[in-house]
C-alpha cells in the first residue's frame, strides 16, 4: 500500500507559478505523476517520473511543467510555470508500475489538490 499526500495548491493569477509536492508515506520506486481533472471534464494526464528520472509530459504543458523526484524524501514534484486559465482543475498524485501507458489510470492517489488560475 503506498499513501500520496499532496501539497501546494492555490490561487494564482495567469502566467504565474506554483508548485505542488506529494509525499509517498512509504518508500515507493514506482513511477509516479500528476493527473488532473477541471470541472465537467475527463481526467488529463499531466506528468509522470520514473524511479531512474525519465520524464513524460502532456503536450499541453512541455516547457512550462516540470516534474522531479526527491528519492530520498520519497517526494514528486510539479513545478509549473506560465499558467493559464485553463490550467484549473484538481490535481492529483498518483503511483502505478504502468503509469506511463495507462495514464489516468493508477493503483495509488493522493486526495488531490485545487489549482486556480484567474485570468
Known amino acids: 500500500q503506498v499513501q500520496l499526500v499532496e501539497s501546494g495548491g492555490g490561487l494564482v493569477q495567469a502566467g504565474g507559478s506554483l508548485r505542488l509536492s506529494c509525499a509517498a508515506r512509504?518508500?515507493?520506486?514506482?513511477?509516479m505523476g500528476w493527473i488532473r481533472q477541471a470541472p465537467g471534464k475527463e481526467r488529463e494526464f499531466v506528468a509522470a517520473?520514473?524511479?531512474?528520472?525519465?520524464?513524460v509530459y502532456a503536450d499541453s504543458v512541455k516547457g512550462r511543467f516540470t516534474i522531479s523526484r526527491d528519492r530520498a524524501k520519497n517526494t514528486v514534484y510539479l513545478q509549473m510555470n506560465v499558467l493559464k486559465p485553463e490550467d484549473t482543475a484538481v490535481y492529483s498524485c498518483?503511483?502505478?508500475?504502468?503509469?506511463?501507458?495507462?495514464?489516468?489510470?493508477?493503483?495509488?492517489w493522493g486526495q488531490g489538490t485545487q489549482v486556480t488560475v484567474s485570468s
Open positions: 498518483a503511483a502505478d508500475p504502468l503509469l506511463f501507458t495507462r495514464r489516468t489510470m493508477a493503483a495509488y
Open positions: 512509504t518508500s515507493s520506486s514506482l513511477p
Open positions: 517520473i520514473d524511479w531512474s528520472g525519465y520524464t
